[in-house]
């Protein structure tokens, strides 16, 4: 008998699926068919898959050439099902010409032509409206928008908007899009706004994108004032559009992970909480020039301030900074302490000073900890009392992790709020309130 064993995603099962499925029966007498897990799709980066494990192992077994399915959860297990099912045949479609060259040592492997002008992909893009959208500023962030973008389905970023023609142009050559200098032409045709400009810009941009029907993915700090998030989040709710404000960190999966297990008992009750992030800028750069937004706390404070507040929540007694600042008397390190009912957080930043980046939670059993950069975290550890157990994790992070949050802002925009939990309005709110106290001490709010 001869067994062969093929592998895939199969998300909204078509005929080049069936064809395939087919043609690698037809190779021997029993076929396996490995169906891919979500969590594995995620780690491989493959962000958009429409339908659910249990849907497309169905799919699969519907089309009647698969004897057994199983799942593929993991990089390298194919060489081991090889060996644990007994395969004599490999098969694969011809998109991965000689990606499985490797497997030969321990079966036959075999490319099958794909069928074509039909793909998964293709599929996703016509279920779905795709959102044009706009990005309002030309800076480092903004050039890192748009190659995100181009790695999750759904999503197309057709113009820029900068005052200024020169920057404007020249983004939007370097990236192939249109680009415009006034706000009403840029928003024509557009369905969502990207708001990357400096942060003193963003408030009245978010409000005139969302005047103008926009949904509206506003890069952090989203402003720097409680009213003015509040007044925000309420009118975007009044006409049912989606404001998201862009803390990458909220989005990414090892974070959520690290949520997760703070939050699941495992280190008792969490009693202290100390994240600090640094990053020495060049004095010239915005951050360390601009005197009424600029400064270590608007510029890192968001990733500082997340875990804490997602933690600890927005109910804090009371709230202190202290600062080092430059000659100009700009802050180039702040240190915000809270004092929490039943616990204490301090938020570090630093563009001036470098310090160790590090996130630890601190609880009654254990602590968690990890190094920088976990705002992108991808690996963090739980200690115990026996300093002998240590328990690790790790999770994929892809590119500049801007991805995450595109897909999530894309999948609210698409009527699916399970994430809307990764940062809430009030979490958001919250940030601002922080940032307002702090420029208040630091008597700069008249220009903010
Ligand atoms: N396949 C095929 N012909 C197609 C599409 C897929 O023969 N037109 C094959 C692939 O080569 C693979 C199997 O079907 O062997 C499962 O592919 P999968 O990646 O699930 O499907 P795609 O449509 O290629 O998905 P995507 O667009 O997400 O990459």
Not at 57 to 69: L, M, P, R, T, Y
Not at 80 to 97: E, L, P, T
Not at 347 to 368: D, M, W
């Amino acid at each position: 008998m001869t067994r062969v064993i093929t592998y895939g995603t199969f998300d909204l099962f078509h005929e080049g699926h069936y064809r395939l499925l087919k043609r690698a029966k037809e190779l021997g007498d029993y076929l396996i068919v490995g169906v891919t897990t979500e969590k594995y799709d995620m780690e491989r980066g493959k962000l958009n898959v429409v339908d659910s494990l249990m849907t497309r192992i169905e799919n699969v077994k519907k089309s009647g050439f698969a004897d057994e399915v199983i799942i593929e959860e993991a990089v390298g297990q194919k060489i081991s099902d090889v060996q644990k099912y007994h395969i004599d045949i490999f098969a694969i479609g011809s998109d991965w010409m000689g990606a499985f060259d490797y497997i030969s040592d321990y079966c036959k492997v075999v490319y099958l032509e794909r069928t074509k002008n039909i793909s998964s992909t293709m599929l996703r893009e016509q279920n779905r409206h795709i959102q044009k959208v706009g990005i309002i500023g030309t800076g480092r962030i903004a050039n890192r928008f748009v190659p995100e973008s181009k790695q999750v389905s759904g999503i197309d970023v057709q113009r820029v908007y900068n005052p200024n023609r020169d920057s404007a142009e020249h983004f939007a050559k370097i990236w192939e899009i249109d680009f415009s200098t006034d706000l009403e032409l840029f928003l024509k045709g557009i369905d969502s706004v990207y708001v990357a400009s400096p942060h003193q810009t963003h408030y009245d941009y978010v409000k005139f994108a969302l005047e103008h029907g926009k949904h509206v993915l506003c890069e952090k700090p989203m402003v720097l004032k409680k009213n003015q998030s509040e007044e925000l989040f309420d009118y975007a709710r009044q006409k049912n559009l989606v404001l998201f404000e862009g803390i990458k960190t909220a989005y990414c999966p090892g974070f959520e992970k690290l949520l997760g297990i703070a939050c699941s008992g495992i280190i008792g009750n969490i009693h202290y909480i100390d994240a600090c992030f640094t990053k020495l800028e060049d004095k010239n750069k915005r951050e360390l020039t601009d005197m009424a937004c600029g400064g270590s706390l608007t510029e890192l404070g968001s990733y500082c301030l997340l875990p804490i507040i997602k933690l600890f929540g927005n109910k804090y007694e009371g709230v202190r900074f202290e600062s080092i600042h430059d000659n100009k008397g700009l802050d180039v390190f702040t240190k915000v302490s809270f004092r929490y009912p039943k616990g204490i957080a301090t938020a570090t930043c630093g563009l001036g000073v470098k310090s160790e980046g590090r996130l630890l939670i601190a609880g009654t059993k254990g602590y968690i900890v990890a190094s920088a950069p976990w705002w992108k975290t991808t690996y963090f550890e739980v200690h115990y009392e026996n300093a002998s157990q240590v328990d690790k994790y790790s999770e994929r992070f892809f590119g500049d992790g801007l991805r995450y949050e595109i897909r999530d802002f894309l999948n609210m925009i698409n009527g699916d709020d399970k994430s809307v939990f990764k940062l809430t309005r009030s979490e958001s709110i919250a940030m601002a309130e922080i940032m307002e106290k702090f420029l208040e001490q630091e008597k700069r709010m008249d220009n903010t």
